[in-house]
């Protein structure tokens, strides 16, 4: 039997991908909802985090930039 | 006749406890011992050739530091029965699940390339090509996992932390002067002043002491372990055992290489053992063997940190005692993971040492969050009931999380812009 890239390659590859995909959603559905309450330490907290994250994505941009203008 | 039968009582009181001790110990004195993996052996041998035996005190205090964050990991697990990739998720809800999950990737496939570094460069000592180190390694690391019991594994790991301790006799072989390692190094001093060189030094110091995988690392463990909450004391216990016995590791390479090559900038481990080769080759080999077996530990380690945090998340089969054909997304991850990193060593003209800085980098985006979820969950009653922390845990904790924070983001920043500190 002659080898098939549609079904030697191609439609596993797509099953594994489909089926990551439904696994992904399922997760996101199942976690949707914080268990933790939400006190206004907890919020503060995790707002100080998110901006934290942003200084330091906005930090490895400088650098990238840095890089490829040779500044 | 009366002091003969206390003497057997309390003989056979010690002897049960070390029994006791040695049926639950496992997850806090791998974690530890793994944490001096190739990169730390680095950060060390390092520090000791360039400030001699003066920052022995440092790495005294950095001791309590990571018994502190890791004894979290214990009660969180045991009371839990969740790893802490699964816990953030179903706390604080998928956005920081998958930020958590896909950084903590990222951070370990990384470390695991600098882990491969290690071991080629160790082997490479004794002749030993690096493809050959890769596959041997890759080959004994799926031997361990697949024996589908967690106990052995367990076990077995412990024999290679036993390896770990092999800086000890090449401390002794060097001959240090005591009079010196004592009065440098236990009085707290700052060679040459607090400038920005020395500076860099703390904070890798610091930077090696917790890294985001041994959160996730013991956390998991302690849940494959099956420990409950009447073990929490032994899981300390083994935790604190862990931290005095990874601070011995640390302060005997820094004797070594204090002693050896004082004055002198190292950049490697393994370079440090290169160089001992020619004068002292006993305490290269011992040097060489013991950067092989670092990095062996902490890619044993960390592979199994990101199975298990994937298992967690996706409801695969993540358990050491599932056989291989019951958890075989589990198992492949593990391989997977292993492979890759191992293969990117042995590319031509691979930027390595980029690897190597980048690790610093990712680490810093992903320690401060897994910490600050740490210690929020460990806060929260309906989670942890009694044995949520106490004012003393959390002035303790909240202290030593902040120092961190902010010294390994300085670390990397400096990482990312060197001209930084001076």
Not at chain 1, 14 to 42: C, D, L, Q, W
Not at chain 2, 49 to 72: S, T
Not at chain 2, 200 to 226: C, E, H, R, Y
Not at chain 2, 227 to 239: A, L, R, V, Y
């Amino acid at each position: 039997m002659a080898f098939s890239l549609q079904n030697g390659i191609i439609e596993p590859l797509k099953t594994v991908f489909e089926n990551g995909a439904a696994a992904v959603v399922a997760i996101n559905r199942k976690y949707a909802h914080p268990k933790i309450t939400m006190s206004p330490v907890v919020k503060a907290a995790l707002l100080l985090l998110r901006l934290y994250l942003i200084f330091l994505v906005a930090l490895l941009a400088y650098k990238f930039y840095t890089i490829v203008t040779g500044a | 006749m009366d002091f003969l039968s206390r003497f057997y009582f309390n003989y056979r009181r010690i002897i049960k406890t070390i029994q006791i001790y040695l049926l639950l110990a496992g997850p806090g004195l791998i974690v530890m011992i793994a944490d001096n993996d190739a990169g730390g052996i680095t950060t060390y041998a390092a520090t000791g050739a360039k400030f001699g035996y003066n920052l022995i005190w440092f790495l005294i205090l950095l001791g309590p530091v990571a018994y502190f964050v890791q004894e979290m990991t214990v009660r969180l697990g045991a009371v839990t029965k969740h790893g802490h990739a699964e816990a953030i998720f179903s706390a604080f809800g998928s956005f920081w699940g998958w930020f958590s999950l896909l950084d903590l990737s990222l951070v370990n496939w990384l470390t695991l390339v600098t882990e491969f570094i290690g071991m080629t460069a160790g082997l490479s000592i004794f002749g030993i090509p690096p493809v050959l180190t890769v596959i041997i390694v890759v080959a004994i690391m799926m031997a361990i996992v697949i024996s589908g019991r967690y106990w052995t594994w367990e076990k077995i790991t412990m024999v290679l932390c036993l390896v770990n301790l092999i800086y000890i006799p090449a401390a002794f072989l060097v001959h240090p002067s005591m009079d010196q390692v004592i009065h440098n190094g236990f009085i707290p001093n700052f060679p040459g002043g607090f400038n920005g060189e020395l500076f860099f030094f703390l904070m890798a110091n610091i930077g090696t002491t917790i890294a985001p995988w041994m959160i996730f690392f013991q956390q998991s463990a302690v849940v494959d372990k099956q420990m409950k909450e009447k073990d929490i004391p032994w899981g300390k216990f083994d935790t604190a055992v862990g931290a005095v016995f990874t601070v011995i590791v640390a302060v005997f390479i820094i004797i070594v290489t204090g002693t050896l090559l004082h004055g002198m900038d190292v950049e490697s481990a393994a370079q440090a053992a290169g160089i001992m080769m020619a004068t002292n080759p006993w305490v290269g080999t011992l040097l060489a063997i013991g950067l092989f077996d670092a990095g062996f530990l902490g890619a044993l380690c960390i592979a199994l940190t990101s199975s298990w945090a994937f298992g967690e998340v996706f409801g695969w089969a993540h358990s050491l005692n599932y056989k291989v054909k019951e958890a075989i997304w589990f198992y492949l991850f593990y391989f997977f993971g292993l492979v890759t990193a191992g293969c990117v060593v042995l590319i031509p003209g691979a930027p390595l040492v980029l690897i190597t800085l980048f690790v610093q980098v990712v680490a810093v985006t992903l320690l401060p969050a897994a910490l600050v979820f740490l210690i929020i969950l460990l806060n929260n009653e309906e989670i942890m009931g009694k044995y949520k922390n106490t004012l003393f845990d959390n002035i303790a904790n909240i202290t030593i999380v902040t120092c961190i924070i902010v010294v390994s983001s300085l670390y990397g920043i400096s990482t990312l812009f060197p001209k930084l500190f001076g």
